[in-house]
Nanobody, 130 residues
Framework: QVQLVESGGGLVQAGGSLRLSCAAS????????MGWFRQAPGKEREFVAA????????YYEDSVKGRFTISRDIAKNTVYLQMNSLKPEDTAVYFC???????????????????????WGQGTQVTVSS
């Protein structure tokens, strides 16, 4: 079993920054992917960013490219999402998630799908005021 615990959400003004953290514990594999998704009220859960654990490959949803950065600390089993230049439309509950897929030629297509992920954190609220 895998446990994911997020932290770092909060209220920030437009243009501000937040850093989300997600600590993973429990059973892990040598090759896997960590991701961040978000869900705004009344909307579907959507992909934000992903990182392959061993090689550190990253992939972002278009609307966050250049503003958000996903990274990981292997020693701490922790993944981060640095969010800069936040906009009101970034307001959502952000979820950390883990998939057992490793990097391959199909990785960029697969990591966008919530159905590729097996474990989810409880979510952390991010609210951006205008």
């Amino acid at each position: 079993q895998v446990q994911l615990v997020e932290s770092g959400g909060g209220l920030v003004q437009a243009g501000g920054s937040l850093r989300l953290s997600c600590a993973a514990s429990g059973r892990t594999f040598s090759s896997y992917t960590m991701g961040w998704f978000r869900q705004a009220p009344g909307k579907e859960r959507e992909f934000v960013a992903a990182i392959s654990w061993t090689g550190g490959r990253t992939y972002y949803e278009d609307s966050v490219k250049g503003r958000f950065t996903i990274s990981r600390d292997i020693a701490k089993n922790t993944v981060y999402l640095q969010m800069n230049s936040l906009k009101p439309e970034d307001t959502a509950v952000y979820f950390c998630t883990k998939s057992n897929i490793g990097f391959s030629t199909t990785w960029y297509g697969r990591v966008r799908s919530r159905y590729e992920y097996d474990y989810w954190g409880q979510g952390t609220q991010v609210t951006v005021s205008s």
